[in-house]
């Protein structure tokens, strides 16, 4: 069998007396994309921080490229191949949209040259190219997203982990990030991608894992997934899913 | 202003007229008082450079300076006075004894985040002038007196008429400091510091480590305040705990830097030359009757410059320039629609 790109096993997260992730167990294949949906509060981006190191899990390992990375720091993580962004947007204010890419590249590189040339490569893939002498923190939301995936990005990941990449944009902001997300898979990257906006993860998703209050309760290709009983349930509540069985 | 806007728009150049004008100054005008006022000037404006590192890029606010200032002024005076050691070679020892205990007090602190982290540096710098205030062999609170040694470089004492040897050397080290601020802010150290002080979490994600990196900006920042402190202790050859460990001058770096442009390597330079200057000219002027006018004065325009511009000076000449510049531009495209 191959061995798949990421494994998460068991994984429970628990705050205090707050179960916030139960036993989650799920894996992702190289070159997939990867969507990772459920209601507000399922736990969706305390996994996240599960795996990218932000967290310890309180029982459970993560595996990444056959590597435990269970509680290892999330720079160490990074520098593995396993990069995240943040559904918040954390730009470096204070800095330009390119000395923030640069900064992403310097992970591989030691001379400003070639961070900049690097930097230079990711700028023209996600059509920053034009914004790159502003600050970021004057950029449009749309634009700081797009700044966090490039940031990332420029870390030469692996497996990149983008958390709510559409939330908040106009539907030709969603169709650009779509866009952007496929030609990175064509490119040979794994993709996991935590998603409130259906109509935009489902088109571009392999499979989809969905959670709901911090346990797995489906796991299958997008079509499965919009027709699964468990997933109408907690979407839309057991009332219309009374309904819509009546019908 | 067309001068202002070239230096903004090209830092190199900008620093190496300043730091030219700067050298000649004293060369020129040979007045003693002067020549002491730019001694103190390019001092505090070498400390104020040393704590930009970790203040102004990094962002882990410090105010506990004085500790390592006072370190460096102890570690060469203690190796001249007991064993006779060069003053130069007590400089690198003093810095390096200042890294190790940056290293070794800011670890732990750096797990503390903002305020809490200042509140703890606050704390060391007095936790040091208690220490020194009770050791007996370096002579507790009584002070130190340096020895007279034979005049000349070696030994770092010259004629105390003169003071263009003493006006050099703080020079020397004032421009290696500002050298290394320079390098680190272009390199991806400076990238990185930056990096962590606009988002700590963000910085992470991308693969920095931050401790290691906010250690390493300690380290330099403590070793470069340490040679300061040596030469100090060498210039006004009598050092007591309250003289090198005080708050005051943990605060006066912190001043300085604040109001002339924090993360910025002009901003130390704005910043001392204002309050050096003012001080030592209103205790000429005034005389006993003034004191503390100066420091009046100057928390008036920190505390006016934090209100309105929190960049600083530099920040306010970077504002106009960049409203010129649109202003020009709007008059550009009016022209070409006339």
């Known amino acids: 069998m191959v061995q798949p790109m990421l494994q998460v096993d068991g994984v429970t997260m628990k705050f205090g007396s707050l179960v916030a992730n139960n036993r989650v167990t799920f894996h992702v294949n190289k070159g997939e994309i990867v969507g990772l949906i459920g209601p507000n509060g399922a736990g969706k981006t305390t996994l996240f921080n599960c795996i990218s190191g932000f967290y310890t899990p309180t029982e459970g390992r993560v595996v990444f490229r056959g590597t435990d990375i269970t509680g290892m720091k999330p720079h160490l993580i ?3 191949g396993l990069t995240r962004t943040f559904q918040i947007v954390k730009p470096l204010k204070e800095m330009t949209v390119k000395e923030n890419i640069m900064t992403g590249a310097f992970l591989h590189v030691n001379t400003r040259r070639e961070a900049e040339e690097s930097a230079d490569e990711i700028l023209e893939m996600t059509h920053l190219h034009d914004k790159r002498d502003q600050l970021a923190g004057s950029l449009t939301i749309a634009d700081k997203k797009r700044l966090e995936v490039a940031r990332a990005l420029a870390t030469r990941p692996d497996m990149l982990m983008l958390d709510e990449p559409m939330a908040g944009l106009n539907q030709t902001e969603v169709k650009e990030v779509m866009e952007l997300c496929v030609s990175l898979k064509e490119n040979g990257l794994t993709l996991m991608i935590v998603e409130h906006i259906m109509e935009g993860i489902m088109p571009i998703a392999d499979r989809v894992v969905v959670l709901n209050a911090g346990e797995k309760i489906a796991e299958d290709v997008p079509e499965v997934v919009v027709n699964d009983e468990n997933v109408i349930k907690a979407y839309l509540g057991e009332r219309y899913h009374a309904q819509s069985k009546k019908s | 202003m067309v001068i202002i806007r070239d230096i903004l728009r090209d830092q190199k150049k900008g620093i190496a007229a300043l730091l030219v004008l700067i050298g000649l100054l004293p060369f020129i005008i040979q007045d003693n008082n002067f020549r002491h006022v ?17 203040t102004g890029y990094a962002g882990q606010t410090s105010f506990g300076h004085a500790a390592f200032f006072g370190i460096g002024a102890y570690a060469s005076t203690v190796l001249l006075w007991k064993f006779d050691v060069s003053p130069w070679i007590g400089m690198l020892v003093g810095g390096i004894i200042a890294s190790l205990v940056a290293c070794v007090v800011s670890y732990p602190c750096f797990k503390l985040s903002g305020h809490y982290f200042a509140i703890a540096t606050l704390a060391i710098g007095e936790i040091m002038l208690q220490l020194f205030v009770s050791w007996e062999y370096v002579e507790g609170a009584t002070g130190i007196m340096l ?11 010259f004629h105390p008429a003169n003071k263009l040897p003493y006006f050099y050397i703080i020079y020397l080290l004032f421009v290696l400091i500002v050298s290394i601020a320079y390098i680190i802010e272009r390199s991806k150290m400076g990238f990185y510091l930056k990096a962590i002080r606009e988002n700590p979490d963000a910085a992470m994600a991308i693969g920095i480590d931050t401790t290691k990196y906010k250690l390493y900006a ?3 920042s403590a ?4 040679i ?26 912190v001043l300085l830097t604040v109001l002339g442009g924090l993360g910025n390597i002009f901003g130390p330079i704005i910043g001392s030359a204002i309050l050096i200057f003012l001080s030592q000219y209103t205790r000429i002027i005034l005389g006993g009757t003034g004191k503390g006018v100066d420091l009046i004065l100057f928390g008036l325009l920190v505390v006016v410059m934090a209100c309105y511009q929190p960049n600083g000076i530099v920040g306010l000449f970077r504002k106009f320039v960049t409203k010129r510049r649109r202003e020009v531009g709007v008059h550009g495209t009016a022209d070409v629609a006339g």
């Open chain 1, 78 to 80: 990074c520098k593995l």
């Open chain 2, 218 to 220: 300690m380290a330099v």
């Open chain 2, 38 to 54: 730019m001694i103190m000037f390019v001092l505090f404006a070498a400390l104020g450079q040393a704590w930009n590192i970790i």
């Open chain 2, 228 to 253: 300061v402190g040596s030469f100090y202790a060498q210039y006004v050859m009598y050092i007591d705990p309250f003289m090198v460990f005080a708050l005051r001058i943990s605060m006066q770096i």
């Open chain 2, 147 to 157: 020895p007279i040694k034979e005049k000349g470089l070696l030994n770092m004492q």
């Open chain 2, 223 to 226: 070793f470069l305040t340490a």
